[in-house]
Every structure is written in structure tokens, then in C-alpha cells.
């Protein structure tokens, strides 16, 4: 099979497969979780159930999928470079508020909230393949930076933590609870660039906001972040 035949059919299969989790992203929230079939999926994507079956075998193997489109970005394999800590964050900041900002991240929290109660393996799975994989990725920038002496930070995990939780307080989880609540462009852009500067002024390696003590929290630290990401 010639390069041209095996593109073409690689592109057909990634449609139906975005075709595929769109559908059930859809039908999850109308009808929730338990009450929506992978056969229902197929009708409603426009693909036969064997094409759905040999790309998700069960439902949650679905769901797992909807997680991680839903917290991949472009540029996850591209971090920032350490030695710039303002810049760094600038471009993590502004990841994250576009990531918070798509539609389809909002739906994938409606989905994990309204099925914990009986599917607490949902909300599992949101923490384990997305937001932790998401929150590691920060906090191994933050670590990088630490190491090449650009901050003094005690404790990365509670710093990432906060840096991501100054961004999402703002931007994303009243869209959870407040109807119709929007942010302007302009104003994600500032709270990007606030949370940048709040984290640059405190973690300085030199100046009034230096720590004293200096090393990264292992062990229980370890354990303790991995309770942190879930904020």
C-alpha cells in the first residue's frame, strides 16, 4: 500500500474517531452516562458499531479518551525552556487559560460531577490520565527552574498548585455554576499576567520574596502533591 492510500485512510479513521467522541460527549450529558450505549454512540456519530467497536471496546475506554483529547494540547511536548521564569509562565498561563477555555473541558467536569455519585471510576479517570498528568508537566517546569537557580521554590507542588489555581479560580469554575458567565480575552490575558507576576515576586531567587531554605519536598511531599493537583 502506497504513503498516499495510507494517509488517506489514517485521516478517515481519525474523523470518525473525532466523530466518535463528540457523540458520546453529547450524549453523555443528555442522558448521562449509565443510560448511553456504545450503540447509541455509533448511531448517533454516523459510524457502524464495528468501526466503533475495534476503536472502543467498552465505554470507559471511551471516556478515557474524552479525558485525554480533552487535556492535549499542541504544544504539551514543547515546555518552556528553564531561565526565564516570567516567560515560562507566560506561555504555561496561556496554555492553561486556553485549555480551561474550550467548551469541551467544561462539558468533560459536567460529565465527572454529575456521574461521581455512581461512577466514581469517571472522576478517577479525569484525575489520573488528565488533570495530574497536566499539574506534573508544571510542576516539572517549576523544578527545572529550581534547578538552574531562576527561583528559590520549597515546595513546587504546592507552588504549581497555586500558579494553576489563580488561573482557573477566575476563568473556568464559575462557568461550572454562574449561567452565561464569559471572559473577555482581555481580561484572561490579566489574570494570566497577574498569576505570572504574584509567583515570579514570591519564588525569586534574589530580593525580599527569596526563600531561605531551599529543596525540593519528597516522600510524603510527594504523595501531598498528587492531593494537591485535584484542586
Not at 509562565?89 to 467536569?109: K, N, P, Q
Not at 479517570?125 to 520549597?154: C, D, I, N, W
Not at 519528597?218 to 502533591?225: H, K, L, P, R
Request: hydrophobic share 45%; proline share 4%; charged share 25%.
Amino acid at each position: 500500500m502506497n504513503r498516499g492510500v495510507t494517509t488517506y485512510h489514517q485521516r478517515i479513521a481519525q474523523e470518525k474517531r473525532a466523530l466518535i467522541v463528540a457523540a458520546a460527549t453529547a450524549l453523555f450529558l443528555e442522558l448521562g452516562y449509565d443510560r448511553t450505549s456504545l450503540a447509541r454512540i455509533a448511531e448517533r456519530s454516523g459510524v457502524s458499531r464495528a468501526t466503533l467497536f475495534k476503536q472502543f471496546p467498552t465505554k470507559a475506554a471511551l471516556f478515557d479518551a474524552i479525558v485525554t483529547e480533552s487535556w492535549s494540547t499542541a504544544d504539551e511536548e514543547n515546555p518552556p525552556q528553564a531561565g526565564d521564569i516570567v516567560d515560562g509562565l507566560s506561555t504555561i498561563g496561556r496554555r492553561y487559560a486556553e485549555l480551561l477555555g474550550r467548551a469541551r473541558m467544561t462539558d468533560l467536569f459536567r460529565i465527572v460531577i454529575a456521574e461521581l455519585p455512581r461512577f466514581p471510576e469517571l472522576a478517577n479517570a479525569q484525575f489520573s490520565r488528565g488533570k495530574m498528568p497536566y499539574f506534573e508537566s508544571v510542576r516539572g517546569y517549576l523544578l527545572a527552574e529550581h534547578e538552574a537557580g531562576t527561583v528559590r521554590v520549597e515546595d513546587v507542588d504546592l507552588a504549581a498548585t497555586q500558579f494553576l489555581g489563580m488561573i482557573s479560580n477566575y476563568v473556568f469554575w464559575p462557568t461550572l455554576l454562574v449561567p452565561g458567565w464569559e471572559v473577555s480575552a482581555e481580561r484572561v490575558a490579566q489574570v494570566v499576567d497577574e498569576a505570572v507576576r504574584t509567583t515570579a515576586a514570591r519564588y525569586a531567587a534574589t530580593g525580599p520574596g527569596a526563600s531561605s531554605a531551599v529543596g525540593v519536598r519528597g516522600g510524603e511531599g510527594a504523595e501531598e502533591g498528587q492531593a494537591l493537583g485535584r484542586g
